[in-house]
T-cell receptor
Framework: SQQGEEDPQALSIQEGENATMNCSYK?????LQWYRQNSGRGLVHLIL?????REKHSGRLRVTLDTSKKSSSLLITASRAADTASYFC???????????FGKGTKLTVNP | DADVTQTPRNRITKTGKRIMLECSQT?????MYWYRQDPGLGLRLIYY???????NKGEISDGYSVSRQAQAKFSLSLESAIPNQTALYFC???????????FGPGTRLTVL
């Protein structure tokens, strides 16, 4: 069963704009991760935030985690056409060594 | 060279055929995973292994089997393929769990 649910399912923006994607989950977690997938290719890890962290940055990426609301957001600033991809959140749950992936947000950045 | 490789990259087969998908890694990770991806459904875990002697079923293991031949190799078999097993299959590895996973390029399997 899916743990994380991304919102929106699809997002289309212009180059230079910021893109925000959200992920909600249901049970307690050890960490939450974001992955990117270019069309039909393997997933690439972007960033991991642990349950005791509230915000994390990596380059143009900013991730927040609100464990009280069981939600996370991924912000991509100053988007580029090359950011066009699907973005998945994945949760690492307490007591489990597996990751559970959401269904993804498809981001299109128009030049 | 890629750290996680999968063969074949594409495969078309017929219903009832036995198919093996192979995964190799050079990352030295103990943990290996097989996922399938269907449009709009994200990734679902089929099997995972934490070492050569440890194999575990995932969310959707029915119709699949696996073999961990060595630390670096993890194979997924479809004993008798059926059309609803048409999907994109990914192998992944990790050093620690449930931490960052490293994915292979995927195998696109079509069962006619």
């Amino acid at each position: 069963s899916q743990q994380g649910e991304e919102d929106p399912q699809a997002l289309s923006i212009q180059e230079g704009e910021n893109a925000t994607m959200n992920c909600s989950y249901k049970t307690s977690i050890n960490n939450l991760q974001w992955y990117r997938q270019n069309s039909g290719r393997g997933l690439v890890h972007l960033i991991l935030i642990r349950s005791n962290e509230r915000e994390k940055h990596s380059g143009r990426l900013r991730v927040t985690l609100d464990t009280s609301k069981k939600s996370s957001s991924l912000l991509i600033t100053a988007s580029r056409a090359a950011d066009t991809a699907s973005y998945f959140c994945a949760t690492g749950q307490g007591g489990s060594e597996k990751l559970v992936f959401g269904k993804g947000t498809k981001l299109t950045v128009n030049p | 060279d890629a750290d996680v490789t999968q063969t074949p990259r594409n495969r078309i087969t017929k219903t009832g055929k036995r198919i093996m998908l192979e995964c190799s890694q050079t990352k030295g990770h103990d943990r290996m995973y097989w996922y399938r991806q269907d449009p709009g459904l994200g990734l679902r875990l089929i099997y995972y292994s934490f070492d050569v002697k440890d194999i575990n079923k995932g969310e959707i293991s029915d119709g699949y089997s696996v073999s961990r031949q060595a630390q670096a190799k993890f194979s997924l078999s479809l004993e008798s393929a059926i059309p609803n097993q048409t999907a994109l299959y990914f192998c992944a590895t990790s050093d620690l769990a449930p931490d960052e996973q490293f994915f292979g390029p995927g195998t696109r399997l079509t069962v006619l």
